[in-house]
């Protein structure tokens, strides 16, 4: 049994809306691996965004508790587990569109605090072209690139801090079948090859057939299915 | 942390590139391996429907019976409705392993009847602390926008308004000038005094360090200096010393 990067406790947020509160998590608790590859299902305004962007630190949880290797999100800084925990990759890309491929790969390299080799710019041209970026498209600018392309660079950038964990918000969303398989390839080999722990939020049933561990929102919800 | 950008330094990545590279290559000639095994299944399907056809063809050519025709066309038609039907199974034994069919199902089958809420797909609850947040809202509310209400007030009537200095004692000339300077008209009355000299201030209204809008007005009295019709009341000069007188 490895030991788990993301342990998830009693987790639950709400919107406010008036004087109510719109829940869209209740209670969930789940915990995620190195090595394995899970996809979370779920229908439309069922809480999956949610869950992404308190994994990945970029909401504020409002109850419960979710533990990154061992330690509290109480006792992390946001930006330090956005830094040196989770790597997110977006439907819509979000690269810095007035940097090249290679820039935008080695911008993250800069802002993180873990350990990165000292030629950066080799790693991160290696970094690429094994996502299939060879160096002449590598230092394209961005908006150059076709949609597949410019994916694979945020999934090369969310690697490029080090981190164990990525996070994926419908990477596929904006991409053609051919592509999200070679997509899929990707995160399967990220997680069985490079021993990483690959999340990702889909409504693809494509990809939930590849993923080790499918998990399913409803209500908010969450349930396993191994 | 993992050692995983280790593996793309540029000594490490060139051994990792010629693996892929080799099992690229594999794929690609097993691949290559299958098409050709594939072409040839294809010909000898071809060469099996053309024979079957002409055998149709023959067995037509024998027997022009047309009862007969209609019997084998009944023939095809059962056999394609088979066929459809076993495609339907082997669909359905496909969806049956796939996450989100499953998944589907379950919500279906409400599986998850124990999420509180109603039949929709959100769950509104209460919030407890809503009388609290509003009282909050409130007390921060009230007292803020009266200070700034108070605070804005004051700021205008600074804006607008002007101290009037202590004129008593000044010349005339300077009060003139202020309320030139400040947009002030200055009224002058003017008095004969003895003991003051004459074209300066003996009083004003407003006094020193009140402060009045622009444009309002400021009223001094001005002394004329001593009145000539005044009778003045002289003293006993043959009782006084020459120093004296």
Redesign the interface.
């Known amino acids: 049994m490895a030991t788990a990067t993301i342990n998830v406790n009693n987790l639950s947020h ?1 919107y ?2 008036g ?6 998590l ?1 209670q969930v608790n789940c915990s995620f691996e190195k090595g394995r590859f899970y ?1 979370i ?3 439309s ?2 809480g999956k965004t949610t869950f992404m962007s308190l994994l990945g630190a970029m909401d504020t949880v409002q109850e419960g508790e979710i533990q990154y290797q061992g330690y509290s999100h109480k006792s992390l800084d946001p930006n330090s587990i956005r830094r ?1 925990y989770t790597g997110m990759v977006f439907q819509n890309y979000n690269l810095i569109t007035y940097l090249t491929a290679l820039e935008n790969v080695m911008v993250a390299m800069e802002v993180t605090e ?4 000292e ?1 950066r710019q ?2 991160a041209y ?2 690429l ?2 996502f299939g970026l060879p160096r002449s498209k590598a230092n394209r600018l961005v908006t150059r690139l076709s949609g597949g392309e410019q994916q694979r660079v945020s999934i090369a950038r969310a ?2 801090t ?3 964990v990525i996070l994926a918000d419908e990477p596929t969303g904006n991409v053609d079948a051919d592509t999200e398989d070679e997509i899929v390839e990707i995160f399967k080999a990220l997680a069985h090859e ?3 722990c690959v999340i990702v939020v889909t409504h693809s ?1 494509e990809i ?2 590849e ?1 080790d561990v ?1 998990l ?1 929102l ?4 969450m ?1 396993l ?1 191994e | ?2 050692d ?7 000594q490490n ?1 060139k051994k ?2 010629d693996k ?1 590279l080799d099992e690229k290559q594999k794929k690609r000639e097993g691949q290559g391996q299958e098409e050709e095994k594939g072409d040839a299944q294809a010909r000898a399907r071809k060469v099996e429907e053309e024979e079957e056809n002409r055998g149709r063809e023959w067995e037509m050519e024998k027997s022009p019976d047309q009862e007969h025709g209609k019997e084998s066309e009944q023939e095809e038609e059962e056999e394609k409705e088979k066929e459809k039907e076993k495609k339907r199974k082997k669909a359905s034994v496909k969806d049956k ?7 589907t199902e ?2 279906e089958r409400e ?2 009847s ?4 109603d039949a929709r ?7 407890p602390d ?1 009388r609290k947040k509003k009282l909050r809202r409130k007390l921060i509310a009230i007292p803020s926008v009266t200070a700034g209400v108070l605070l804005l007030g004051l700021l205008l009537y600074y804006m607008y308004t002007v101290e009037v200095p202590d004129f008593v004692g000044e010349r005339e000339d300077d009060v003139q000038e202020w309320g030139l300077l400040n947009d002030i008209y200055v009224r002058e009355d003017e008095v004969y005094e003895l003991e003051k000299e004459e074209g300066t201030v003996i009083s004003q209204s407003p006094s020193g360090g009140e402060r009045i809008f622009s444009e309002d007005e400021v009223q001094v009295t001005i002394s004329k200096g001593p009145d000539p019709q005044e009778e003045l009341e002289l003293p006993d000069f043959s009782e006084l010393t020459p120093r004296e007188a």
């Open positions: 709400y406010q809306d004087d109510y509160r719109r829940y869209v209740r996809t299902l779920g229908q305004g069922s040196n873990n350990r990165v080799p030629d080799n790693v290696n970094l072209d094994y690697l490029a080090n981190v164990d490079h021993s990483k049933s939930a057939r993923a499918v399913k409803y209500k908010g919800s349930t299915d | 942390m993992s995983f950008l280790n593996g793309f330094s540029e990545y990792k590139k892929i392993g796939s996450p989100l069919e499953a998944y379950a919500v599986e998850f124990h999420v509180p809420g797909d959100e769950v509104f609850e209460p919030d809503s």
